[in-house]
């Protein structure tokens, strides 16, 4: 247990974890948006899964890095407004839409997989490009900080400003202040005028934004092919560690964070004379004691709350009485 123990405490572990957690937070960050405007997006599967795919194939045909960002953030955007077409235009239920969709990406970048490459594996035979890995020159310079924070793909630094980002954007300007009075109370924003439909459209093409930019971290930063399924349940990690951060930026940053640090202890123990499939259970394992914990402490809270309510009902009451009975005597 020994050099375990040191491989976890070393600055390598800390690599891995922001490493593992970038695909965790930019679909987080995408629930949180559409969930803010009143529509829940579970179809960060799917957003991922399809921009990962045109990412890689438009980067071997093209050879261009540029055309495979944007090939990639527009088939993300793309199956955000479809799911925004069939919920809003077509009153589709969101939940059986989103899981409708996320059934079709797997199914149709299977499909396609095979029609390019003739296997349903993955894309390992052709020639895919991969973002770039950035130095900073300072912080690299820094021990144990250095070792951590720099040499990352640049995927993973723009998950890291995309916290400040969604803050700026959520709190910060008039389409923020609009996604959040429409999640709110939708007949109290449309009364002021405000078009409900058209923001939560917005709200779902943003999200399928943030998805994208996690798809193409997967494809073109965490490894440089796509394969089948690649996502491996990430999508619905996303929206647990969204619930878990209260859909809030710091909130799902943090809880981000700890799924990357349960995902990469996972790896680090696949050495261990371990069966491979309880190592591969971990982290949905910890998702949802997380989210049990989570409700449990919801719930315990909205006790305490109803019970001040109560006893201040009380007070209320029993102060009213007293005056009663004063002024009577």
Do not use: C
């Amino acid at each position: 247990m020994s050099p375990l123990l040191k491989s976890i405490f070393s600055t390598g572990f800390g690599f891995a974890i922001l490493r593992v957690m970038t695909p965790i937070l930019l679909p987080a960050l995408g629930v949180a948006i559409s969930e803010l405007a009143g529509s829940v997006n579970i179809a960060l599967e799917g957003i991922m899964l399809m921009s990962a795919f045109f990412g890689v194939i438009v980067s071997t045909f093209t050879g261009s890095i540029w055309l495979s960002l944007l090939a990639g953030i527009t088939a993300g955007v793309a199956t955000g407004g479809i799911l925004a077409y069939f919920h809003l235009k077509l009153k589709a239920d969101i939940i059986l839409a989103a899981i409708a969709l996320n059934m079709f990406a797997s199914g149709f970048t299977i499909f396609m997989l095979y029609l390019f490459t003739g296997d349903k594996g993955s894309t390992s035979s052709l020639k895919s490009l991969v973002f770039p890995e950035i130095q900073i020159p300072i912080l690299k310079s820094i021990p144990v900080l250095g070792p951590i924070f720099s040499g990352h793909n640049i995927m993973t630094y723009i998950a890291l400003l995309a916290v400040p980002f969604f803050y700026v954007l959520v709190f910060k300007t008039p389409l923020g202040l609009r996604i959040r009075a429409v999640g709110q109370n939708p007949n109290a924003a449309e009364s002021v005028g405000i078009n409900v439909n058209r923001i939560k459209v917005y709200a779902l093409l943003l999200s399928g934004l943030f998805g994208a930019f996690g798809g193409l971290y997967l494809s073109m930063g965490y490894v440089s092919w796509f394969s089948r399924d690649m996502t491996a349940g990430r999508g619905f990690i996303a929206i647990a560690a969204s619930t878990l951060g209260g859909n809030m930026p710091m909130g799902m940053f943090w809880s981000s964070l700890l799924f990357g640090f349960v995902n990469s202890f996972a790896i680090y123990i696949a050495s261990l004379d371990i069966p491979s499939e309880l190592i591969q259970m971990i982290p949905y394992l910890i998702t949802i004691i997380a989210l049990a914990l989570f409700a449990m402490r919801k719930q315990m809270k909205k006790k305490r709350v109803d019970e001040a309510h109560e006893l201040y009902s009380e007070d209320v009451i029993s102060s009213v009485v007293k005056d009663i009975s004063a002024a009577d005597e």
